[in-house]
């Protein structure tokens, strides 16, 4: 569950990646997931184990999360998506301010 700074419609398409915790070492695939209008999404078939999880939405910045997976379902709150990144780069720049000013 992840909700997005400024909105009340929480839905939109997200990637979730699995870190090993404290790197930048991705663990597998990055997953796509589609979040409906509270932000609760799902993302299936994660081994269980310790991991940094990193929830994306384009238009947001990234959130990592460190989580415990156990077997089964497993349900994680991933708090606030701060706005601002126009452009999918992950960084809130003077780019992001010129795509938002000619809109």
Partial sequence: NITLEGRTNHSGNFTVALYQPGTTAQIGTTYNSTA???GSMTVNNLKPGTYDIRIK???YLAKL???TLVAGANT???GQLKAGDANNDNVVSALDFSILAAT
Wanted: aromatic fraction near 0%.
């Fill in 36 to 38: 409906n209008t509270s």
């Fill in 57 to 59: 939405h384009p238009q």
């Fill in 65 to 67: 999360i460190n989580r």
């Fill in 76 to 78: 994680l709150t991933g």
